[in-house]
Nanobody
Framework: QVQLVESGGGLVQAGGSLRLSCAHS????????MQWFRQAPGKEREFVAA??????YYANSVRGRFTISRDNAKNTVYLQMNSLKPEDTAVYLC?????????????????WGKGTLVTVSS
């Protein structure tokens, strides 16, 4: 069973930056596609970014501001978030897909973390 643990959330002013981390407990991390999703209060969970063998992918709302990356030696995926906006406020969840290919659908994930809260003040 794979466990995912997110960290790095917090309170930041609009225009600021945060870097989220997600640690993966498995020993075949490099085979997984890794995703970030977010869920704001009262809203549906939405795709943010993904990294797979085929490349990196972003939601239109974050493209150019957020960067997803991974360190296979550390079993960790990162989400660098710059130029943050109040509408980025949400719980950010890390997800892993065993097959390693890209999808933006939350139903396609095999494992989920519990999330880390990001609050952007105006």
């Amino acid at each position: 069973q794979v466990q995912l643990v997110e960290s790095g959330g917090g309170l930041v002013q609009a225009g600021g930056s945060l870097r989220l981390s997600c640690a993966h407990s498995g020993n075949t991390f490099s085979n997984y596609a890794m995703q970030w999703f977010r869920q704001a209060p009262g809203k549906e969970r939405e795709f943010v970014a993904a990294i797979s063998w085929s490349g990196t992918y972003y939601a239109n709302s974050v493209r150019g501001r957020f960067t997803i990356s991974r360190d296979n030696a550390k079993n960790t995926v990162y989400l660098q978030m710059n130029s943050l906006k109040p509408e980025d406020t949400a719980v950010y969840l890390c997800a892993a897909r065993r097959s390693g290919d890209y999808t933006s659908q939350s139903s396609g994930m095999d494992y989920w973390g519990k999330g880390t809260l990001v609050t952007v003040s105006s």
